[in-house]
């Protein structure tokens, strides 16, 4: 299979390279992390021949005899090698038994420089916050960007690039396969072997099927807002039997497993947030074309869906702001910077542009206000709001 370099999350290695924290690469299953951390020892080899790297892939068999943390921990001192610096890589660390005790040890004598990655159902935020306090920095990896996507095919044409990207997503494992239907084949079976049966393990869970009705229903309801009172009653008129409570952990651990990002209401003019509803945008819009089809195909919702992501990517906070019962799609927020977005497929009708702007058009602040469509134009304003085509947003820097 083609690869390529990932700069944006290689960069984000290397700037961090030396430092005392153990460095942490989550995502959602199958997001490129293994590659990720191959592409950084290329180029520790390559910059710093003199570094030691100690690698173990429990993905390999060779590492069998590692599976438990005394003889993970023994392992790596065994490879120290004084007066130089010390590399640790582990990937799929999780299938160490005890793989944190080894890992506060070693970080603890103070001559590593350690890197691991996991599955994200066994290895969560939430997790490594508890056992690991105070000593990890986090990477966040997703699927495929446009501009990776772009970069994969070598498209000329962002266009031509952008139509075929709202159908396949980023997950890059499925770009092997020719026909469309073995592509949605390896993206179903992704989600459903990988990230619902990595949850469905790792929390003991009895109803798999309340779970995979909840996350059809969060993948068909991508963009709009919801309640788990109003996604309990949904699925209870199918005669699923579930309740508020047990659909609020479902969604957390959906969350946890990166499948889904939840993304809070803020009331623009009283600068609060609000409670109750919230929205969730798939971590790549392609599970919901494999799971669901493409027959009741929206890409209004595909678009807002990428534009969600590719804005966490970029580091940003994302709320759906609200405005005199008038929803803007999002308040995105970087340190000093803030800024509002309405994404629409198509605003060349005069209604749909209408429509759009006049959210913005009522913010009385002073912080920019854009529109993301596919105008396949150069950017415009109109009336202090910029007006933006989606491709070219997507790649831009």
Not at 144 to 150: L, V
Not at 166 to 175: A, D, H, Q, R
Request: a neutral charge; glycine letters at 6%; proline letters at 2%.
């Amino acid at each position: 299979m083609k690869l390529i370099t990932r700069e944006y999350y290689l960069n984000k290695l290397i700037n961090v390279k030396g430092t005392p924290d153990i460095k942490v690469i989550t995502g959602i299953r199958r997001s490129g992390k293994s590659k990720l951390l191959e592409s950084y020892i290329d180029y520790i080899k390559r910059d710093f021949p003199d570094n030691n790297i100690i690698h173990i892939n429990y993905n390999l068999a060779r590492y069998e005899a590692l599976k438990e943390y005394h003889e993970l921990h023994d392992y790596v001192e065994l490879h120290y090698i004084p007066g130089i610096d010390n590399i640790v890589l582990i990937d799929e660390v999780q299938m160490c038994t005890g793989f944190e005790k080894a890992l506060i040890g070693l970080h603890t004598l103070e001559k590593y420089d350690i890197y691991i990655t996991g599955s994200n159902a066994f290895l969560l935020n939430s997790d490594l916050a508890t056992l690991l306090t105070g000593r990890t920095f986090k990477i966040e990896v997703y699927p495929f960007s446009f501009d990776e996507f772009i970069q994969y095919y070598e498209c000329s044409d962002i266009h031509a690039g952008l139509d075929r990207y709202l159908l396949e997503g980023g997950m890059s494992g499925s770009y092997a396969y020719g026909e469309t239907m073995q592509k949605e084949a390896y993206i179903n079976d992704v989600f459903n072997t990988l990230v619902i049966r990595d949850i469905v393990t790792k929390y003991k869970i009895r109803r798999r099927d309340i779970l995979e009705e909840l996350s059809d229903y969060l993948m068909d309801n991508i963009s709009n807002g919801t309640s788990a009172r109003k996604i309990a009653e949904t699925l209870n008129s199918n005669k699923a039997e579930t309740n508020n409570r047990t659909i609020t952990t479902y969604i957390n651990y959906l969350c946890n497993a990166f499948a889904f990002y939840r993304i809070r209401r803020y009331d623009i003019s009283g600068k609060r947030y609000l409670a109750s509803i919230d929205k969730y945008y798939l971590c790549d819009h392609s599970f919901r074309y494999a799971k669901l089809g493409t027959k009741n195909m929206n890409y209004g919702r595909t678009l807002e869906n990428i534009v969600a992501i590719e804005l966490l990517r970029r580091g940003y906070e994302i709320y759906t702001g609200v405005l005199y019962k008038k929803e803007i799609d999002f308040v995105a927020i970087k340190r000093n910077e803030k800024f509002y977005i309405q994404v629409c497929d198509n605003i060349s009708d005069e209604k749909t542009f209408k429509r759009e702007v006049t959210p913005l058009l009522k913010i009385k602040d002073a912080y920019p206000r854009m529109v993301i469509a596919r105008t396949r134009h150069d950017d415009y304003q109109y009336e202090g709001i910029r007006i933006v085509d989606a491709a070219s947003w997507l790649l831009s820097k």
